[in-house]
T-cell receptor
Framework: SQQGEEDPQALSIQEGENATMNCSYK?????LQWYRQNSGRGLVHLIL?????REKHSGRLRVTLDTSKKSSSLLITASRAADTASYFC????????????FGSGTQLTVLP | EAGVVQSPRYKIIEKKQPVAFWCNPI?????LYWYRQNLGQGPELLIR????????DSQLPKDRFSAERLKGVDSTLKIQPAELGDSAVYLC???????????FGQGTRLTVV
């Protein structure tokens, strides 16, 4: 079963715009991670935020976490065509990748 | 450093036939996972190994699926017999014990006809 649910399911923007994806989950977590998957490829880890953190940055990525609402958002600033991919949130109940549960993903399309 | 290697990349088989997937994790990674990803969905865990021990196989359909990780390195996932509903991408991932990030292979896309 999927723990996280991403919103929207699909997002199409112009190059240079910002993209925001949201993730909601159901149970308490140790950390929440975001992964990217290019078409026909495996998943690549992007960023991790722990349950005691509220915001984290990595390059053009900004992640927020609201444990009271059981939700997270991923912001990609100044998007590029190469950012076109599916983005998944994954929640970890334990203190490691051992108990990762993935959401259903957001398909992001960045138009040149 | 090589990443997680999976083979084959693609496999097409007729229903009721057997199929096997192979995974070589990143060197030194004790934990190995097999996930199944249906079209338009996120990955779902089938089985997790710590070294050679299967520590979580609650989502593995044991009537037709089997897995092994001999010597705690490479792993094989087998389906026998395959059904039409088994068509999916099978992803292998690995991580170090007590670390937070999983590294994924490119997956095997299985089509059962």
């Amino acid at each position: 079963s999927q723990q996280g649910e991403e919103d929207p399911q699909a997002l199409s923007i112009q190059e240079g715009e910002n993209a925001t994806m949201n993730c909601s989950y159901k149970t308490s977590i140790n950390n929440l991670q975001w992964y990217r998957q290019n078409s026909g490829r495996g998943l690549v880890h992007l960023i991790l935020i722990r349950s005691n953190e509220r915001e984290k940055h990595s390059g053009r990525l900004r992640v927020t976490l609201d444990t009271s609402k059981k939700s997270s958002s991923l912001l990609i600033t100044a998007s590029r065509a190469a950012d076109t991919a599916s983005y998944f949130c994954a929640t970890a109940r334990g203190g490691s990748a051992r108990q990762l549960t993935f959401g259903s993903g957001t398909q992001l399309t960045v138009l040149p | 450093e090589a990443g997680v290697v999976q083979s084959p990349r693609y496999k097409i088989i007729e229903k009721k036939q057997p199929v096997a997937f192979w995974c070589n994790p990143i060197s030194g990674h004790n934990t190995l996972y097999w996930y199944r990803q249906n079209l338009g969905q996120g990955p779902e865990l089938l089985i997790r190994y710590e070294n050679e021990e299967a520590v979580d196989d609650s989502q593995l359909p044991k009537d037709r699926f089997s897995a092994e990780r001999l010597k705690g390195v490479d792993s094989t996932l087998k389906i026998q017999p395959a059904e039409l509903g088994d068509s999916a991408v099978y992803l292998c991932a690995s991580s170090q014990l007590r670390t937070d990030e999983a590294f994924f292979g490119q997956g095997t896309r299985l089509t059962v006809v």
